[in-house]
């Protein structure tokens, strides 16, 4: 199956152009395309962050992505994101509709799973996958069920899974327009060698009372 993945635009109401760093990347599109190309499907990333020359982020979008839709023909798209990605999602989700009402749309991240029956209502993917959703995103392309929202089971072992892979992305573009603001902040003005942001770890171990997933 051809699977297009599309990660936010950073800052897609305010800011454009606003450059990516690798500390703001949603790592979980690297780690849903490594596992999507482990089980032989085949991935296309269209990263709009590396993308210039538009007056704004929104004609950016509409530009590029009905273009790559139109161009890719994928048997699947994946977008995905937090609450503050809501305005892309929904443009993005427009937009793919109008040049294609048929290709399936799955949508994952922490907007789905803080308040997935509500963000499904609203944005009308084909499916909402709650949760980690590496293993959950294989099954999908595998063998597409019918639509509705999707629970992932918690993944026990992070061994089993591949490493994440962003060369879809165009991770060396990223690389070169690293921010100063973003070194300054890692304490690393250095333009030499470049910097690469890892995640080491999953959840959180903090126990605030504010949380919408309350205290753990």
Excluded: W
Excluded at 20 to 43: C, M, N, T
Excluded at 158 to 182: C, H, I, R, W
Aim: proline share 10%; glycine share 6%; aromatic share 10%.
């Amino acid at each position: 199956m051809r699977v297009l993945l599309v990660p936010p635009t950073f800052n897609y109401t305010k800011d454009y152009p606003s450059f990516l760093s690798f500390s703001d990347f949603p790592s979980g599109f690297g780690y849903i395309a490594a596992s999507l190309k482990e089980a032989g499907h085949e991935v296309i990333g269209l990263n709009p962050n590396n993308i210039v020359g538009y007056p704004s982020a929104k004609l950016m979008l509409q530009d590029v992505l009905s273009r790559k839709v139109a161009e890719v023909k994928p048997d699947l798209i994946g977008l995905g994101g937090l609450c503050t990605d809501y305005s892309f999602l929904s443009d993005a989700i427009r937009i793919i509709r109008a040049v294609d009402p048929n290709i399936p749309i799955v949508l994952g991240g922490q907007i789905v799973t803080n308040d997935a029956q509500d963000v499904y209502q609203l944005l009308k993917p084909d499916y909402a996958i709650i949760g980690e959703a590496e293993k959950t995103i294989v099954e999908l392309a595998n063998d597409l069920p019918e639509p509705g929202i999707l629970k992932a089971h918690p993944i026990r072992n992070l061994n089993t899974l591949p490493f994440p892979d962003y060369e879809p992305f165009g991770v060396q573009e990223m690389l070169d327009k690293y921010s100063m603001a973003t070194r300054l902040l890692y304490r690393y003005s250095r333009p030499d060698p470049q910097p690469f942001t890892i995640v080491a770890s999953r959840g959180c171990p903090f126990r605030c009372t504010f949380c919408i997933h309350g205290p753990r």
